[in-house]
Structures are given as C-alpha cells and as structure tokens.
C-alpha cells in the first residue's frame, strides 16, 4: 500500500510528522462511492489550528490537523459523476452532505448528517466529526460531487495557485465577515485582528468597495503587512483608546461595520494588552460600530477551552454587553462561514487578477517537514500565511 504522512497535534506546543494510513475510499465499514482520494497539493496552517495546538481545546493526542485543502483527484468512487481523475479542486473547510436541510439552504457550515455530536463538520478538527485532517500528502474528501471547487484550468491553477489554495478557508471567511457586516461600496469599517483571517477580511473589504478600511493588532509586523495594502491601522497596545484612535483616522469615533477576526484568546488593550480577556474584542466593536449597524463575527468561540480564564470563559460564557448592542440596534452575525456560498465568485475574482489575496496575507510556502517550525512561527505572530507543500508541486 502507498505511504501517508500527515501533522498530528502530539501535546499543547506540539506537532510532529507521522506515518499515517493511506486514506481509502470508505466511511466506517462502508464504502464511500461518493468520495475522491486527493493527492494535496496545498494545506494551510490555520489559526483555529492554533488554538488546539496552544492546548485551548479537547483536541486529543494523535489528531491529524488540517482543514485548508487544495488537491488533485487520484480517485474517486462509483457514485461521483462531475469530478474527475486529474482535476485540481478547492475544498471547503466545513463537510457538507448536500441532502439535510441545512445543506439545501446554504448553510452548508451547519450540515446535520456530518457530524453525529451536533451540527457541523471540519477536517482535523477537534469535536467536528472525527474527520482526518488535510496537512498530509494524501485525503479522502466525501461528497465529492457537492463539495468540491474544481479549477477550470490547471496550468493556469498552478500559477495561481497560492491565492486558489486561500479558497478553502480564510478569503472566504474573510469575506463572509465584511459580507455579513453589511460592508459595501463607500462603507468605514473596524477590523479587530490582523492574523491571515483579518488581512482576508481587510482585501474583501475592499473588493466590495469600502472607503477605509481600519485593522486593529497588537503586532507591529502584522499592521505593517495591512498597511502594505491600503489599511488604515490602529494599535491596541497604546493608551489612546479604539474610539481615540478611530477618531483620528475618521473624524468621528465610530465606523458602519465592524469585523471580530480575533475571537475568544482576545487580550485586553492599552495597559492591559498582555492580559487575556475575552469578550474585549465583542465590547469593543459594539461601542464603535455605528446605531443600526453590523457586526461579523467570524473568529472563533468556543464552547469548551480547557484553558479558559475562568470558569465562564471554560465553557464560553462571556461577559458581553449585550445591553450596549440592543441599544444602539446592532445586527450580530455568527459561526461558520458557509464556503460553497462564496468560493466560486471567489476563485473568478482570482482568475480575473480583480485581487491578489496570497499578497495581502504573505503567504510563504513551507514542506511537510517543515509545519513544526511553522506552527511556532506561527504562534509568535509571524506576519506570514504558511502554506505547506506536500510534494513539492508549488514549489516546481
């Protein structure tokens, strides 16, 4: 039998490279005729890896990381009819059946027949289905037919290929935030957070037509990177606060819309910038988003965090001004970004040059081999989208 290698999350701080099993085309005991064997081309580290990998998570020892997938179909089952042997194709972070009622409304984040502990699935992730990851040189997708992205030209995939492999996670997360947020043409809006989600969010913004665009990070090099191309920036460690430093941008202390790409390992700002507190970015977004405007919220919050700052925070229960948001007429919206409603118009964006997506997120390609040090790189605030490279493809 072919060889696998894959990332898996050994202990809080820890990934190493395995020898994994090939992947087969079977769910359990059954066969799955409706699924492919990719050989990866890309996978990304994600900063929602990050929170398992920081030990933020009931992620168990041995898990195979990876949800960010791009490949080529080696093989594929008896019921897959649109996708081929040879194809190169995108694949959305989240699993979806295409059959349950959620998946036939769009909301193919919250599939119901995926994950048999709740709504919802993900590969490599902890608590979503008990899916192997995709930071390996092989995969199994499922429902081929219905999930996957596949790229009208491969040569021309190839060559574009570091903006195409963002389609499976982070552009559209990205953009689901600034779309959900009610961003448009001429609109002002807050971006908490300049991690490879928010730098997304920032370009989406600006794809749909935003006047300013405003990131708010702790690390200087990631606001230079958003600075890079055409943010305003604030820094959250000074003593000016959000609404000071907005006001200076602006004019006014306030925006149209606002963006949590942070979510629950938020820190406090000014003084406290060194000090978890998690509903910081929540609060902080209601008091300068405008009356009657929106808020994405597509960072991640938990329902369990092992390393929570106290008992509430343990199981997700912050301490949110909720009375502060239904005065001023706020619009939340939350959870997974359904990739499938985004991803096509997405990848023509691309193809079309109307975006350079792995430019505004710094991507860097990195081997197999090489996601450790990523990984902590990574964990440091690298300003930097590490994109792994199984087999060499990118980099030939």
Known sequence: MASNKGVAYIKPGVVSIQSIDFPELALGSRKCNHGVILKTVSTNICGSDQHMVRGRTTAEEGLILGHEITGEVIEKGSDV??????????????IACGRCRNCKEGNTGV??????ARPGAAYGYV?????????????MIPYADFNLLKFPDKEQAMEKIKDLTLLSDIFPTGYHGAVTAGVGPGSTVYIAGAGPVGLACAASCHLLGAACVIVGDMISQRLDQAKSFGCEVVDLTKDATLPEQIEQILGIPEVD?????VGFEAKGHGCNHHKESPATVLNSVMEITRTAGGIGIPGLYVT???GGIDE???VGMLGIRIGLG????????TGQCPVMKYHRQLMQAILFDKIQIAKA???????????????SDFDQGAATKFVIDPHGLITA
């Open 326 to 333: 239904w005065a001023k007429s706020h619009y939340f919206v």
């Open 111 to 116: 599939c119901l027949n995926v994950n048999p």
């Open 257 to 261: 819309a606002a963006v949590d790409c």
């Open 81 to 94: 009819e649109f996708i081929n042997i040879g194809d190169i194709v995108s694949v959305p972070f989240n």
């Open 312 to 314: 509430n925070a343990k």
């Open 127 to 139: 608590d979503m289905g008990g899916w192997v990851g995709g930071q390996a040189e092989y995969v």
């Open 361 to 375: 997120v710094n991507v860097q390609t990195i081997s197999l081999e090489e996601a450790p040090k990523g990984y």
């Open 304 to 306: 369990g965090d092992p």
